[in-house]
């Protein structure tokens, strides 16, 4: 006699089913992660945001090392330079599966990099680099043609106003130097079952770099591993918040909220695929 196949639960089963649908849809959407678009909130603001977490196969419940990847823009227009609207801050959330672990990293003070240039800041606070990236800026000056910049950032764990936080270095050489630091604290609020468990916002970039620079595009690749105690640990981590039965899963990934000078605001939201890994 042959043996009998098992047999699986009416929930069990209507869950493998759902799952088999899904999977192809999942998966077309995991495949058509395209790049940032422009998106246009007024005839003057148009702004971008995208990102990615790698690798994308993660274990269901226990988090595991990642490098996270974002980068957005800003684009301004108008007919007058002293009309042009102002990036005021950024803030960036990042799903409640992503985790930061700091216990034992060196941070970095505002005082070691300041006016450096990227070797030198480097040599400064080496033990507390955890990603880099990129920084671009226009300078608008009365009757001065605009200068455009776009640097090298060396991205520090930090301690900002007292809190965890980010110090971003930038350094430009072209078309002139320019070396700034732009300072992001973290802040996680308590427990809770928000889609968002993690930000990073920034101070008011006029405040901190002046109102002739605009600040127009970033980019971040975060992502550091290091040893405590002879422990290996990473200061990024991740699980795939899949549901039981779900080999894949749609989450929402991160958010970009950008505030203007005068009030305006421009959200932009990202949705990825993660798989669960085995």
């Given at each position: 006699m042959l043996p009998s196949r098992p047999r699986l639960s009416a929930r069990r089963g209507?869950?493998?089913?759902?799952?088999?649908?899904?999977?192809?849809?999942?998966?077309?959407?995991?495949?058509?992660?395209?790049?940032?678009?422009?998106?246009?909130?007024?005839?003057?603001?148009?702004?971008?945001?995208?990102?990615?977490?790698?690798p994308r196969a993660l274990?269901?419940?226990?988090?595991?090392?990642?490098?996270?990847?974002?980068?957005g823009g800003v684009q301004v227009a108008s007919t007058s330079s002293a009309s042009l609207p102002q990036l005021n801050r950024i803030t960036m959330a990042i799903?409640?599966?992503?985790?930061?672990?700091l216990a034992g990293l060196p941070a970095c003070r505002g005082a070691q990099i300041r006016d450096a240039p990227s070797a030198k800041a480097l040599?400064?606070?080496?033990d507390a680099l955890v990603g880099t990236g990129r920084f671009g800026a226009r300078l608008e000056l009365p009757d001065q043609p605009t200068l455009l910049f776009d640097?090298?950032?060396?991205?520090?764990?930090?301690?900002?106003?007292?809190?965890?936080?980010?110090?971003a270095h930038v350094?430009?050489?072209?078309?002139?130097?320019?070396?700034?630091?732009?300072?992001?604290?973290?802040?996680?609020?308590?427990?809770?079952?928000?889609a968002y468990g993690t930000f990073l916002r920034s101070p008011s970039l006029p405040r901190l770099l002046g109102d002739e620079i605009y600040a127009t595009s970033f980019s971040f690749n975060?992502?550091?591993?290091?040893?405590?105690?002879?422990?290996?640990?990473?200061y990024l981590n991740a699980a795939c918040p899949a549901p039981p039965g779900f080999p894949?899963?749609?989450?929402?990934?991160?958010?970009?909220?950008?505030?203007?000078?005068?009030?305006?605001?421009?959200?932009?939201t990202l949705t990825r695929v993660c798989r669960v890994r085995r």
């Amino acid at each position: 006699m042959l043996p009998s196949r098992p047999r699986l639960s009416a929930r069990r089963g209507r869950s493998v089913a759902l799952a088999v649908l899904l999977i192809p849809a999942l998966a077309a959407l995991w495949a058509a992660a395209s790049p940032a678009e422009i998106r246009c909130t007024s005839a003057e603001i148009c702004t971008s945001f995208d990102g990615k977490l790698i690798p994308r196969a993660l274990p269901r419940h226990k988090p595991a090392p990642v490098r996270l990847k974002l980068r957005g823009g800003v684009q301004v227009a108008s007919t007058s330079s002293a009309s042009l609207p102002q990036l005021n801050r950024i803030t960036m959330a990042i799903n409640r599966h992503g985790r930061l672990r700091l216990a034992g990293l060196p941070a970095c003070r505002g005082a070691q990099i300041r006016d450096a240039p990227s070797a030198k800041a480097l040599a400064a606070c080496k033990d507390a680099l955890v990603g880099t990236g990129r920084f671009g800026a226009r300078l608008e000056l009365p009757d001065q043609p605009t200068l455009l910049f776009d640097g090298k950032a060396l991205i520090f764990n930090a301690r900002v106003r007292g809190k965890p936080g980010l110090l971003a270095h930038v350094f430009a050489s072209e078309p002139t130097n320019l070396a700034i630091t732009v300072p992001f604290v973290i802040h996680r609020p308590k427990r809770g079952r928000a889609a968002y468990g993690t930000f990073l916002r920034s101070p008011s970039l006029p405040r901190l770099l002046g109102d002739e620079i605009y600040a127009t595009s970033f980019s971040f690749n975060l992502g550091r591993r290091f040893t405590v105690n002879g422990k290996r640990r990473s200061y990024l981590n991740a699980a795939c918040p899949a549901p039981p039965g779900f080999p894949v899963t749609t989450f929402s990934f991160a958010r970009a909220t950008y505030d203007f000078k005068g009030g305006r605001r421009a959200t932009e939201t990202l949705t990825r695929v993660c798989r669960v890994r085995r």
